[in-house]
């Protein structure tokens, strides 16, 4: 059974740059099954895919996000990535990592990492 | 924006039937996946491709789409299916939208 787990700065200050990182154990992410997303979830609030990567770097964004964001793959770490530059409160949210698994859903999620935008 | 619509809430007494809808634009053309969220937790898969059941998934699940409406039905309700659930529409050019969420209750 595939195990993600998200890890990075639980505060980050307004207008810099939200990074976060995966780790995949249990598969590789280099299979070329998969692509790997990022979901978000403001308190509350309901999900909003942020954009997904595979194993070799394509990357798909969420057109409403798609300005600031930016994925990428380590294949030798077993690790994808997220960069979110100028963040404001809005972005204030759990942040899961996911199996995409093409056009059947996402089928694996990270417990979440719960970030916050304060100064 | 594209819209995807659910009821905020459902409630069903213990052992009947629930159904949970979603709509959204042209929805019969487009995959669709629901997810289960208890608190505190991360959301899982239910159903996936509109009817599809990933291993794990009770066969009380079912799911179809048709006519402008994604429906997820729930036979024989357990006080364990109360959950908050969402619907996703597979379509990346319009950014995979979530539905709302409906907080399912069991009475």
């Known amino acids: 059974q595939v195990q993600l787990q998200e890890s990075g700065p639980g505060l980050v200050k307004p207008s810099q740059t939200l990074s976060l990182t995966c780790s995949v154990s249990g598969g590789s ?15 509350g609030k309901t999900l909003e895919w942020i954009g997904r990567v595979s194993g070799t770097g394509i990357t798909n964004y969420n057109p409403s996000l798609k300005s600031r964001v930016t994925m990428s793959a380590d294949t030798s770490k077993n690790q994808f990535s997220l960069t979110l530059t100028s963040v404001t409160a809005a972005d204030t949210a759990i942040y899961y990592c996911a199996r995409d698994s093409a056009v059947a ?14 100064s | 924006s594209y819209e995807v619509t659910q009821p905020v809430s459902v409630s069903v007494a213990l052992g009947q039937t629930a159904t949970i809808t979603c709509g ?19 959301p899982v898969l239910v159903i996936y491709r509109d009817n ?25 309700v357990q006080a364990g299916d ?8 597979w379509d990346a050019s319009t950014g995979r939208p979530f539905g709302g969420g409906t907080k399912l209750t069991v009475l």
């Open chain 2, 82 to 89: 109360e959950a908050t659930y969402f619907c996703q529409v």
């Open chain 2, 24 to 42: 959204a634009n042209s929805i019969e053309s487009k995959n669709v996946h629901w997810y289960q969220q208890k608190p505190g937790q991360a």
């Open chain 2, 52 to 76: 599809k059941r990933p291993s794990g998934t009770p066969e009380r699940f079912s799911g179809s789409n048709s006519g402008s409406t994604a429906t997820l039905t729930i036979s024989r």
């Open chain 1, 29 to 43: 992410i280099s299979s070329g099954d998969y692509y790997w997303s990022w979901i978000r979830q403001p308190a």
């Open chain 1, 105 to 118: 859903g996402h089928d694996n999620w990270g417990q979440g990492s719960l970030v916050s935008v304060s």
